[in-house]
């Protein structure tokens, strides 16, 4: 038996408020538990197959459809079928009658670098993943994420959810034994090929800002020409797919991880309907909500702040969505010396002002503060919380000091020039 919160194991050896860091007398924490072993009297086929929601992701009707559709499939014996791309594993999910996938699979134990990753990248729960600041098994909630802040769709994200799942078709390492899976549930897209296939002047200029804005605040790590997908030759439409690696708890990322920085609709001034989308953003309120419904720690969550906050600052002031990928990301290493981006900088400034005016000494800190160039005597005392320790959705408890940064985000005039 396994006990979950958000979608992560419970292990002994801690208490609940380790793990329900957000609640209070004021907004408690509700516990449920599911049986979801009906015992031998049931036929193999119930007992080994199964899907349903997590209860704390909100789910549109119509994504709660389909799972129900899934499951009737899965009961009925049609099989999941796995890809045969990516690192990880996706598993196509079918309809009773349906030739075509309606749904995609991906379980957190099969991610590259997790334990039961079935392409030969296997690691403990956990371990350090694809890109620095994103741990194994952790790739799952971010996919869900990225959908949940997608307001209003606008970035076109497929409808994502956390569902629980298993078959005997997924990677059980005990061949006697059906387990339950944990992973993100995403409607399928029927595509006619990804924007690799074809060149980039062939794309609107909105739908290149579009998916930008959202890559830009969840610090995308991997936007490349195959997990941008196109849906219509005659009339391209780009669907963003595959954002497992993003919301990092690090700023380690660089201009070769987003393909559109090389593209000319970035450098096109955002339309009045982009400004619009961009300064009714909440920062805040999108870190709170994550937090609350998928457990993602707050020092990643505080990233995603800053760079809303940077985007929001940005386009206020003129820049463009090239500029300001100018400023959170890297120049690319194999083109210069990997130094810090310009926002780096920015926040490294601010943390070393708020560790002087507290007088905080050296001590063990936040992964994001580790991964700044900080004057060694200006580092803070601080105990680090991680969601990688002991498969625990912790958070780190700096909300005094470096979580100021996000309060000073200023941008120097010298960087309005950097994109040009």
Not at 53 to 73: F, N, R
Not at 186 to 202: A, H, K, L, R, Y
Not at 218 to 230: F, Y
């Amino acid at each position: 038996m396994m006990l979950l919160h958000k979608g992560i194991e419970l292990h002994g050896g801690f208490s609940l408020n380790y793990y329900l860091h957000s609640a209070n007398a004021e907004s408690p924490a509700e516990l449920q538990y599911l049986i979801i072993n009906h015992g031998a009297e049931r036929n193999k086929t119930a007992q080994d197959t199964g899907i349903y929601i997590s209860q704390q992701v909100p789910t549109p009707q119509g994504l709660k459809d389909l799972v129900e559709e899934i499951s009737d499939a899965l009961l009925g014996g049609i099989k999941p079928s796995i890809t045969d791309d990516g690192t990880g594993a996706t598993y196509k999910l079918h309809g009773p009658s349906s030739p075509k996938p309606l749904a995609v699979f991906k379980p957190k134990d099969e991610e590259a670098f997790a334990p039961n990753n079935p392409r030969g990248y296997q690691g403990k729960e956990n371990s350090v993943g694809m890109r620095p600041g994103i741990l194994s098994t952790q790739q799952a909630v971010r996919e869900v994420a990225a959908c949940l802040l997608d307001h209003k769709s606008y970035a076109g994200v497929p409808p994502t959810t956390l569902v629980h799942a298993k078959h005997e078709e997924f990677v059980n390492p005990d061949k006697s034994k059906v387990e339950w899976k944990v992973g993100a549930f995403q409607e399928f897209v029927n595509s006619c090929g990804t924007c690799g296939d074809m060149g980039n002047s062939v794309f609107s200029v909105s739908d290149v800002h579009r998916i930008g804005i959202l890559d830009v605040r969840i610090i995308n790590l991997d936007r490349n020409d195959g997990n941008l997908l196109v849906t219509d030759r005659t009339r391209p439409k780009l669907i963003p797919i595959d954002h497992g690696l993003s919301l990092p708890d690090r700023l380690e990322a660089y201009t070769s991880h987003v393909v559109w920085m090389d593209w000319p609709q970035a450098q096109e001034p955002f339309a009045q309907a982009e400004l619009d989308y961009i300064r009714s953003l909440e920062a805040e309120q999108d870190a709170k909500s994550i937090e609350m419904q998928l457990g993602i720690r707050r020092e990643c969550l505080r990233l995603l702040e800053v760079t809303t906050n940077l985007l929001k600052i940005g386009a206020e002031r003129g820049l463009t969505l090239h500029q300001i990928g100018h400023i959170l990301y890297r120049e690319d290493p194999d083109d210069g010396d990997g130094k810090p981006s310009v926002l780096e900088g920015i926040i490294s400034k601010c943390i070393e002002s708020a560790f002087a005016a507290t007088g905080q000494s050296s001590g063990r800190a936040s992964s994001t503060v580790e991964s700044l160039d900080l004057v060694p005597s200006l580092r803070p005392e601080a105990r680090a919380w991680r969601e990688g320790q002991h498969g625990g959705a912790g958070q780190d408890r700096e909300h005094g000091t470096a979580g100021r940064y996000r309060h000073h985000l200023s941008i120097p005039s010298s960087a309005a020039q950097e994109g040009s």
